[in-house]
Structure formats: structure tokens, C-alpha cells
């Protein structure tokens, strides 16, 4: 069909390919994916013959249009006799599926035609679950009850369908709604915080990811679904009993397929579907009465004929579905035979395998060997091609495309458009689990049947290729990441593509062993760097990165861009987790030493950009100052756009801080007019949106220059853009302008409600750095209300704000780096501190000491166009000449500087030094 090669043409256009992949066929409640050969109703595939397919398709791809028998006949199965095209019977099936949307007619037989009803609008789809309501209900009580349940039981008994059930039931109750965490994918214990954070859509906490998460969830209202734990069951043990101690609103629905013996946990054995009594002469109808006939019946669907069971095939059915033990998988398998089998001869070839129950009782092993043997019967029953495919299929961890799927299978002696059609044959066979997202279709091996494959593959010799691959694909995907981060918000990015995360990880072990590709192991590494940022995963790949850089020695040739990737991320990552600054500096210094080997000096971006924020961040400011500049050079001379961007966003922060603040706004201003351009994912480090940053240097320029509302409104501007960037940037937003502003103008309580929202924010997304601020603001705010005196801070940039909002000098070194200048903005305030504590100190000289140190507080505020620090400055030195008879100087340099003052606390106390 049509549909069917342009997806498997890989000489089509991209556009054209992209275009069958998303191809989607809606009606009623139905779903049709003609490339896939899948219809859906509602989530649940519909099992149909290939001949009834075929001819769906036809009439769905051309609807109201009537055909007669021939032409249906000529265009899907030329040269077969009317008498064996069986055509009566195919519409008959399709009318039976189609009972609750309009139906294929006869009119006054003349032909066939399709009337399709709209697809209904954004309808919940939710699969049936056959023979469960009873375990639903209880699983739903005891959760109520509990907060903490466990679903036990073997591999394909149904533990997921039950819990994705209850889920579906008691979701609505729950204001937070429902998070399902498929921990199938996860290779490691130490992952399982992660993948909880991933399935929230937001990054892993940074230190202690369970506290971060139980700090992250405060106050929610939901229900988290642990799904699969049985091999990472001490983690997703201590995971749950963390998240039940410290949140009372959330309950804990689990799978496994042992007990998590964690405390509180409430265990429901999940048991095999109830079967049909062994009775002689058991008719459809009594058949049917068992929930293991019915999904076996639903699951073959088509392939049974339009009249359904039949009285003829119920006895044999009944059997089958004893003998497969009642395991709901098993029983899929088993059906999605029945078009090329026959019940008949299915139930005899069942019956050969010896799948039966076992006298003494069927047990949990037992049940789990009926299942292997149900995988390997329905794997000997797969063409050579589709064995191939099945194996191949093994070495993804997580969910994939048709396409991609096909991608990874494709090679000898599997052409593409082969494997397009083996990855759908499985789906139908039930050997892939399908898993709808809206218009598209994605599959995933269960488990059991993973499991399976991998030892298949493991015995072929072809795992190397497979794996090879796989990593390709991987690959792929994270450079689609890469195009995709400039077009899409960073929200839905992180959902799309954080989906990927546990197959890199697989990919890059893999190319890591002796068979594997290093080079591509390398590679990998390198290009996964921007989805773990955005995901939260520093601490774990900082330490691949480390381990990558380990293994560059050995690559031949020698790759100098990748290195110096590896070495700016390392550094990068290292510097936000541990913060090592030797180690950080020396992978900086040789990424520069590779750049410059190179030859480039656009690639010197990313090292120079790392060595500022390092600079930066500790206080260092005329480092980050040369930085910056060196950066500008670097990018003049290399025509390199984005890099000059990028260093008037430095070069900005810089200034201001260095006491520069006419520099500092030309800069600044000069970036925002560029404010929608794009950072490239791979840029290291990913700095906070400039729209927030840019902002920030600009309300405190507008505050030390005398507008507070200018100032004020500025800073809620960043707040307002900073609200949808990552979780530090609300935190630099409130503590570098938003509560330094609120402080300085005397609004308390404003501050107050801004230092507590960033503590909470700071402790739910473990940002221990800005809890530190939080906390010195915290107590600041208790001095200014008559509390006492508030302890001195740590941290060169918090110490030197501190001066300006208590008025006093709370480390010698403060003193020092006022005096060369290294302080910069704050040196005004710090010099004045430095007055008055010499004035209150006393003593014979306290008089001139105090007024030398004011009088340099003045000018060096003059010095920077800060009438805001020359207010204060000279409403000090005023008391001091005051104080020893000479109040007639101060009066000028207090008109002066309240002419161009904001009204305020400051401005009220030097009026009343006027009077």
C-alpha cells in the first residue's frame, strides 16, 4: 500500500518519511496506523487478518466511496477466485468491530462502501481490563486505607494493566493527579530517584535526590505508581517508605514481582484469570463466561471469523486457556496465532509443547515456566526474518518508533522496508508491547519477553552489530534533540526527549566494552551532556565524561573537538557538583590548550565561558572580567555571533559588579535587544535565560541610581521570566535583585515573603547554595526587626552584599577587596560600614578615622554614578560633622544627594538631619 512503502522508502524525502510515520487514520473511537498494520480502539489493539486489514485500510484511505466486490477483489487480492477471497466474511468481521461507530453497508448489493464518523475529540482512552474489576476494587480500598500497596506476581499475570487500572479509578481524587515511573528501564539501584524525577518532568535533584524529591513534592496531593521494581527493589523500597514518611498527601501504588518489604506496604497477590470448568461440552456461551476466554477471544478478534467463537472451537479454547495457566500474556501470545493456525491446530501444537498445568498445582515457578515456554513456542513460530528482528529488538531499554525500531533491525539479512514490516508483525503477535501518544504509535518489549530476546541474541553472535546500532540510533536521537531544543518549549523538550535517557545510558556502557565502539562510546558521551543537564543527571555524568576523557588516549585518530567537549563539560559539571576548582581549572585550562591546537577560536567559547562563571560565581570579578573580554576578541576576530552575544551577557555582569555600572548597561541592554536568541543545548555551561539575567544587572543599576520603582518592576520582569526556566534561576532572581531591592528600600515584609518563597524553593529543588542566601536574609531581616545581630556569611559575593544591607563589615577580607577594587559595586557601602563602626568604636581619633573612611564612601558612589550609596554616605559623614560642630558641611552634600534621591528610609533619614 501507498502508506506502507513511503515509510519504508529511505530514498524518500525526510518530510515525505516524517509524514508516513505520523500518519493517522481517526473514527469514532477507532485509531487506524496503515504503516504499522495496527487499528486501535480506544489503547487496546484490535487483532485483525491481514486480508481484513488490507481491506480496512482500502476503505478508511477512501471513505463514501463505493466499490463493487471485483474492484475490492482486483485492487487488494488479484487473481484470487471470488470463492476464496471469502470478501462477505472480512466485512462481516469489520462490521462486528465497528459496532459503536457507523458500519461498512451492502447497499441493495451494489457494493461496499465506508462511512466514517468524525474521531471524537480528545476522548480519554483507556484500555479494558478483562476479569480484573474485582482486584481493582480491592487494590482501590486497600490504597485508600494503606497509602502504600504492592501488586505481586509473575511475569505477564497483569500486575501493570491492574495498576494502570486503579490508577485510571482513584486518579480523579488526587488534586496532583497520577505519576507512573516505569522502572523496567533502569539498569542501577542509584537510578531510581531519577527516573521518579524524570517521570515529574523535572530535573533529578542535585545531592540528595530523595530528600530533593520529598522537598520537591511538598504539599501535593498524589498517587505514584512504582512500576516493575522486582530488580531494584532495595531503591524503590527506601524510595517509597521516603516518600510515605515525609509526605502525608501521597500513597504509593507498586509492582514487583516479589515483596518490597518496605514499611507500611500493604501486599495484593495478583492471580492468574479465572478459567472455564474442564467440563465436556462446553458451549461458546459458557466458554465465554470465563475473563480468560474473553481476552482471548479479544485478542484474536478478526482472526476468529465474523461470527466470533464458535460452539465448535469454545471446548478447544477453554483447554488452550488452562493450559497456558491463565497468564494473560501467555494467553495474548497464544492469539495472535489464530489467523495462520486455526484454534484447532494452535490448541494441538500447545499441546505438544506440554504447556500444561502441573498436577501437584500451579505455582508461581510453575506459572513462570508456562510462560517461557509460551515465549519460545510463539518464537519458533516467527519467519527467520521476524526471530531476527525479535532478537535485534532487545537491546533497546525503553520505549521506540517504528521507524527507529526498524533503523536498529535494519541489516543483513533484514532490508529496511523488512524490517518496518517484522517490528509491526511482532506488535500483532503481541511480542511488543504498543504504547499509543495521541496521532503515533510506540512499542516496548515486555520484560519477560526482553529477557527472552536477549539471550537469543546473545547466542547468535550478532549482539556486537546490534548493540553497534543501537548506539547509532541513540546517537541520532540526541542530534534531533539538539535541533529540536531551539524550536520547542523546554518543558515538553525534557518530556519528549528524556525518554531517551535510560538507551544512552545502555549505548554508551556498551561501547565501552571489549567488542564495543569506543569511538562511538565517545561520542555518545559528548552529545548526551546537554540532555542530562537539562534532566538533572550532573554527579552521574560528570563521572562518564571522566571516564570518557579516560579513554581518549586509545582513540586513533585522535579527535580534538571531541576532547575538547568532554573536557568543557566535565569541568562544567564538576564545577556545579563538587565544586574540585583545581580539577575544574585544569580540564578549563586544557580545553583552551586543545582549542588552541586547533586553531579555533570559536572553540574557545565554551572553556571561556566556563572559566567566567567559575570566576564569577566566587567573587572574582576582575578574572571574570578578562575572561569575558577575551571572549569578545576571540569572537570578533572569529566572526563568531553567538560568542559575542554570549560576552555581552559576561561582560554586563562583570561591569556591575566591578562598580561599572555605565558599562555594565550598555552591555546588558545591548544583549536584550538579541533576547529571543537561542543557546545551542550543547553549550557549556547553559546559562539562565538573559531575559531573567539581563534584568537583574539592570533593576540594581536602576536602584543604585535613585529609581526604586524603575527598580522594583525590573526585578518583577525577571521573576516573571525566571518562573519557567530551570529551578536556580528563580533563586538568582530573588537573591540578587528581588530581596537585595526590597531590603535596601525598606519594604520588610515584602522581603520577607520573597526569602521565604526562595528557602522553600531552595530546599524542594536541593539548591544548597541559594538556601545559604535565603538563610543570611532570614536573619538579616530579624536584626532590622530587633532581633540579634545576624552572623556573618561565607562566600566572597554573599559577604559583600551583606555590608549593604546591615551596615557592617563581617570579614577583614571585605575591608581588602573594597580597597583594590576587587568589590567593586559594594565598596561604597563597605567603606562607609567601615566609618561607622570606627565612630561607634570611639576614642581620640574616632572622629577623623570615621569621617576619612565616609568621605571615600562618597566619592567612590560618586565615582560610579550611585546616588543611592552617596545618600547613605553622606547621611553618615552628616552626623559625624554634625557631632563635632561642623553641620554646615554636611547640609551641601545632603542637598546633593536628595536631589536625586528615591524616597525611602535613606532619604527620610538625611531630611532629618536637615532640620
Not at 486505607?145 to 480523579?172: C, M, N, Q, W, Y
Not at 555605565?662 to 538573559?690: C, F, G, I, K
Request: hydrophobic share 45%; aromatic share 6%.
Amino acid at each position: 500500500m501507498p502508506a506502507r512503502e513511503d515509510a519504508a522508502d529511505t530514498t524518500a524525502p525526510a518530510n515525505d518519511r516524517a509524514a508516513a510515520r505520523a500518519r493517522c487514520l481517526a473514527f469514532g473511537p477507532f485509531r487506524l496506523f496503515p504503516a504499522q498494520r495496527l487499528l486501535l480502539d480506544g489503547d487496546v489493539p484490535v487483532r485483525l487478518g491481514r486480508r481484513t486489514f488490507d481491506l480496512l485500510v482500502l476503505f478508511a484511505e477512501s471513505p463514501d466511496t463505493l466499490f463493487t466486490e471485483a474492484d475490492l477483489i482486483a485492487r487488494l487480492w488479484p487473481g484470487v477466485p471470488p470463492a476464496q477471497a471469502h470478501l462477505a466474511d472480512h466485512v462481516e468481521v469489520l462490521n462486528r468491530i465497528f459496532r459503536r461507530a457507523r458500519p461498512l453497508f451492502e447497499p441493495a448489493g451494489a457494493g461496499y462502501r465506508f462511512v466514517m464518523e468524525p474521531a471524537v475529540p480528545d476522548m480519554k482512552r483507556v484500555a479494558r481490563l478483562i476479569g480484573r474489576e474485582a482486584l481493582v476494587g480491592d487494590a482501590c480500598a486497600r490504597l485508600a486505607e494503606r497509602r502504600f500497596v504492592t501488586l505481586l506476581g509473575p511475569g505477564g499475570i497483569g500486575k501493570t494493566s491492574v495498576a494502570l487500572a486503579v490508577a485510571d479509578r482513584v486518579g480523579p481524587g488526587f488534586a496532583g493527579g497520577v505519576c507512573v515511573v516505569d522502572l523496567a528501564p533502569v539498569a542501577e539501584e542509584r537510578l531510581v530517584p531519577g527516573a521518579l524525577a524524570a517521570a515529574l518532568g523535572v530535573p533529578t535533584p542535585s545531592g540528595d535526590p530523595v530528600r530533593g524529591l520529598v522537598a520537591l513534592l511538598e504539599g501535593r496531593d498524589l498517587l505514584v505508581v512504582l512500576d516493575n521494581c522486582e530488580h531494584v527493589i532495595d531503591a524503590a523500597a527506601a524510595l517509597a517508605e521516603a516518600l510515605l514518611t515525609g509526605l502525608s498527601r501521597v500513597r504509593v501504588l507498586a509492582t514487583s514481582r516479589e515483596p518490597l518489604h518496605a514499611q507500611g506496604e500493604w501486599q495484593l497477590r495478583v492471580m492468574p484469570m479465572d478459567l472455564p470448568s474442564a467440563t465436556g461440552g462446553l458451549t461458546a456461551r459458557e466458554a465465554l463466561q470465563s475473563p480468560a476466554v474473553q481476552l482471548f477471544v479479544e485478542r484474536a478478534g478478526g482472526a476468529l471469523g465474523g461470527r466470533g467463537l464458535t460452539d465448535d472451537d469454545a471446548p478447544r479454547v477453554a483447554d488452550l486457556c488452562r493450559r497456558l495457566d491463565g497468564i494473560p500474556l501467555a494467553i495474548e501470545l497464544a492469539a495472535a496465532h489464530v489467523e495462520h493456525l486455526g484454534v484447532a491446530e494452535l490448541s494441538r501444537q500447545l499441546a505438544e509443547r506440554q504447556l500444561t498445568v502441573a498436577r501437584d498445582g500451579a505455582g508461581p515457578g510453575h506459572r513462570h515456566r508456562t510462560l517461557q515456554a509460551a515465549i519460545d513456542w510463539s518464537f519458533t513460530r516467527l519467519s527467520p526474518g521476524e526471530q531476527v528482528a525479535f532478537q535485534r529488538l532487545a537491546v533497546f531499554r525503553g520505549e521506540f518508533s517504528h521507524e527507529d525500531g526498524a533503523a536498529v533491525v535494519a541489516c543483513e539479512p533484514v532490508s529496511f522496508p523488512a524490517a518496518l514490516e517484522h517490528v509491526a508483525d511482532l506488535a500483532a503477535k503481541s511480542l511488543l508491547s504498543i504504547e499509543p501518544r495521541g496521532d503515533t504509535v510506540h512499542y516496548r518489549l515486555f520484560e519477560t519477553t526482553r529477557a527472552f530476546a536477549s539471550e537469543k541474541l546473545a547466542a547468535s553472535g550478532d549482539a556486537p552489530e546490534a548493540f553497534r546500532r543501537h548506539a547509532e540510533h541513540c546517537l541520532r536521537r540526541l542530534r534531533e534533540g539538539e535541533r529540536d531544543w531551539t524550536v520547542m518549549p523546554r518543558d515538553a523538550w525534557r518530556a519528549v526527549h528524556g525518554r531517551l535517557i535510560d538507551d544512552v545510558r545502555a549505548a554508551i556502557d556498551g561501547s565501552f566494552q571489549p567488542d564495543g565502539d569506543a569511538r562511538l562510546g565517545l561520542e555518545l558521551t559528548a552529545d548526551a551532556m546537554g540532555l542530562a543537564d537539562q534532566l538533572g543527571l550532573l554527579a552521574e555524568f560528570r563521572d562518564r565524561a571522566e571516564l570518557a576523557l579516560r579513554a581518549m588516549p586509545g582513540l586513533h585518530p585522535v579527535e580534538p573537538a571531541l576532547e575538547l567537549r568532554l573536557q568543557s563539560t566535565f569541568a562544567d559539571f564538576t564545577q556545579q557538583t563538587n565544586g574540585a576548582h583545581d580539577r575544574v581549572a585544569a580540564a578549563f585550562t586544557r580545553a583552551l590548550q586543545v582549542a588552541d591546537e586547533m586553531g579555533s577560536l570559536e572553540h574557545r567559547r565554551s572553556p571561556l565561558m566556563g572559566r567566567w562563571l567559575g570566576a564569577f560565581g566566587r567573587g572574582e570579578y576582575p578574572d571574570a572580567l578578562r575572561f569575558a573580554r577575551e571572549l569578545m576578541d576571540n569572537s570578533t576576530a572569529a566572526g563568531d555571533d553567538l560568542g559575542a552575544f554570549i560576552a555581552d551577557r559576561m561582560l554586563a555582569q562583570a561591569h556591575h559588579f566591578l562598580g561599572d555600572h555605565a558599562a555594565a548597561r550598555h552591555h546588558a541592554e545591548r544583549v536584550l535587544m538579541q533576547a529571543d536568541r537561542t543557546y545551542p543545548l550543547a553549550l557549556s555551561p547553559a546559562p539562565v535565560d538573559v531575559r531573567s539575567s539581563m534584568r537583574v544587572v539592570l533593576a540594581r543599576i536602576r536602584w543604585l541610581e535613585g529609581d526604586a520603582e524603575g527598580a522594583a518592576r525590573l526585578a518583577d520582569e525577571a521573576l516573571a521570566f525566571a518562573e519557567s526556566d530551570r529551578a536556580y534561576a528563580l533563586c538568582q532572581v530573588l537573591g540578587l535583585a528581588v530581596v537585595p531591592i526590597a531590603i535596601w528600600q525598606g519594604h520588610d515584609e515584602a522581603a520577607r515573603r520573597h526569602v521565604a518563597r526562595m528557602a522553600a524553593h531552595a530546599r524542594r529543588h536541593q539548591l544548597r547554595y541559594w538556601g545559604e542566601w535565603a538563610g543570611v536574609f532570614e536573619s538579616v531581616l530579624a536584626e532590622r526587626d530587633g532581633g540579634p545581630a545576624a552572623p556573618s556569611p561565607t562566600g566572597r559575593k554573599l559577604v559583600d552584599l551583606f555590608a549593604t544591607l546591615v551596615g557592617r563589615v563581617a570579614d577583614p577580607e571585605v575591608l581588602v577587596r573594597a580597597e583594590v577594587g576587587v568589590s567593586g559595586w559594594a565598596a561604597p557601602e563597605v567603606f562607609r560600614a567601615q566609618g561607622e563602626a570606627v565612630w561607634r568604636a570611639g576614642g581620640d581619633q574616632a572622629a577623623a578615622g570615621a569621617e576619612t573612611w565616609l568621605r571615600r564612601a562618597h566619592a567612590r558612589a560618586l565615582a560610579q554614578s550611585a546616588p543611592a550609596w552617596a545618600l547613605r554616605a553622606a547621611t553618615s559623614l552628616g552626623r559625624v560633622l554634625q557631632a563635632t560642630g561642623r553641620g554646615g558641611e554636611a547640609r551641601p552634600l545632603l542637598d546633593a544627594a536628595l536631589a536625586v534621591a528615591a524616597d525611602g528610609p535613606d532619604a527620610a533619614a538625611a531630611r532629618a538631619l536637615q532640620r
